[in-house]
């Protein structure tokens, strides 16, 4: 059973940032990519970024340039680091692995960017 925990969250003003993390229990860690979604309130969930085995990554045009993903093997924890925050940046953060063919879910981090 694969278990994926996000954690840094919360609210914060127009401009500010946030670090999300996502520890994950997937072995071996090194081995798989990694995403971040989102889910706005009355939208879809998109893929926000990810970063592969190898460390290559990509990012969702709408946060490029503010958005870094990165990945910590020794500690199986995957980060979301948000800059330059924006209140369309608002949603519920969600990681995601796939493992064995299917797709694994955390339970989500609430992030709210407002004045």
């Known amino acids: 059973q694969v278990q994926l925990v996000e954690s840094g969250g919360g609210l914060v003003q127009p401009g500010g940032s946030l670090r999300l993390s996502c520890a994950a229990s997937v072995r071996p860690f090194n081995m798989y990519t990694m995403n971040w979604h989102r889910q706005a309130p009355g939208k879809q969930r998109e893929l926000v970024a990810f970063i592969t085995n190898t460390g290559n990554t990509n990012y969702a045009d709408s946060v490029r340039g503010r958005f870094t993903i990165s990945r910590d093997n020794a500690k199986n924890t995957v980060y979301l680091q948000m800059n330059s925050l924006k209140p369309e940046d608002t949603g519920v953060y969600y990681c995601?692995?796939?493992?064995?063919?299917?797709?694994?879910w955390g339970q989500g981090t609430q992030v709210t960017v407002s004045s």
């Open positions: 995601k692995v796939r493992y064995s063919g299917r797709d694994y």
